[in-house]
């Protein structure tokens, strides 16, 4: 098994980021210099995968218009000799093969993933989320794609969440393998306190086989009234092997303003150009 597609949600309102997200996708907020979805395609790139699909919806012409060539913009550009930052533009534009599909009514997750059904075909494929970065040593969704073509199954992203957090995820009941390895027996979207299985939450990173497409057009609205990703993962871990890494790194939730305001300091550390500058400047600051 080889995972060579990604499949990136980003049709959502963004209503935790109002007023920011009302005229600008939530994609697009800017972290540390590049907007929150350039993190998440780079993250798909570093993992060995070129072909990526972006879902969105209206309003977020933005997002197209960054993965693309900007020919006035570059034109004024080499007029004042600034050809490192074309190049730079030009670098974004070519990082991946780029697809996009609008999803035209927000009816969940699960009913954005299946957009992705003629793009990928019955070949395993990524599931990156938007608002989930991460800062890791080797690329999260790397970690995954490394365990899934091993055991040649499914392998979704996990890390324990506080007990009072557990209810903002989902939850799986798990048998573990080692090494931070589990079998995935049982999931469930948005658990109440009765219902939590364990503080084992998927963190926005998935990959997975064909498998879930069937499961997901017969799938009846969950949590919310949405059609849930979680509700058919429930069910393919019980059709074939489905495995839960705990994977190295740090995730943000870049999709509320404390985790934004996180995400946005901790890629500034991480970023040699700004990181003497930023650490300099709080130290300085009278808290
Ligand atoms: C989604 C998923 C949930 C997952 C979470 C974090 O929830 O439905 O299972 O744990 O992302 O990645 P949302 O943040 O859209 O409510």
Redesign the pocket.
Known sequence: MKVKKAVIPAAGFGTRMLPAAKSVPKEMICIAGKPAIHYIVKEAVDAGIEDILIITSRGKTAIEDYFDYSPELEMRLERSGKLELIEELHAIADMANITFIRQKELKG?GHAVMHARSFTGDEPFAVL?G??IMRSETPVTKQLVEQAEKYSCSCVGVKKVETSEISK??SLGVKALGDGLFDVQELI?KPTPDKVLSNY????RYVLTSGIYDLLENAKPGFGGEI???DALNLLCRKERMLALEFEGERFDSGNICGYMEASIQLALANPEISDWLKNYMKGLDI
């Open positions: 997750l989320l608002d989930d995820y989902c979207e939450a998927i963190l926005g849930q990703l979680t």
